[in-house]
């Protein structure tokens, strides 16, 4: 059983960035795909980003429009991690993130669709307030 642990959260200030990590144990990292997900109160879970597995060449990214030049997404498969920078944050970046995994057959694959994702971590607050 994969279990995810997200760490990073906190709040900020508008303007600020921010990195949140997600360590993995329990089946090999290298076999998953990942993403991070977001939930605002009172509405649904988002896509922000996904990565691809790696397999020893550069991971293929997936960023959300609504971060779209401010956020990266990248893994460290010596560590089993992934982690995700947000900059210049914005109040409606406010939400709970999910570390999300989905085994992987192929390395040229980003999932986008919260479906297609088996695992999940148990979520880190983030607040952006002035």
């Known amino acids: 059983q994969l279990q995810l642990v997200e760490h990073g959260g906190g709040e900020v200030h508008p303007g600020a960035s921010l990195r949140l990590s997600c360590a993995a144990s329990?089946?090999?990292?290298?076999?998953?795909?990942m993403g991070w997900f977001r939930q605002a109160q009172g509405q649904q879970r988002e896509f922000v980003a996904a990565?691809?597995?790696?397999?020893?060449?550069?991971?293929?990214?997936s960023i959300a429009e609504t971060v779209q030049e401010r956020a990266s997404i990248f893994r460290d498969d010596a560590k089993n991690a992934v982690f995700l920078d947000i900059d210049d944050l914005k109040l409606e970046d406010t939400a709970i993130y999910y570390c999300?995994?989905?085994?992987?057959?192929?390395?040229?694959?980003?999932?986008?669709?919260?479906?297609?994702?088996?695992?999940w971590g148990q979520g880190t607050q983030v607040t952006v307030s002035s």
């Open positions: 999300a995994a989905a085994e992987s057959a192929y390395y040229d694959e980003t999932y986008r669709v919260r479906d297609r994702y088996r695992y």
């Open positions: 329990g089946l090999p990292f290298s076999e998953l795909a």
């Open positions: 990565i691809s597995r790696s397999g020893g060449r550069t991971a293929l990214t």
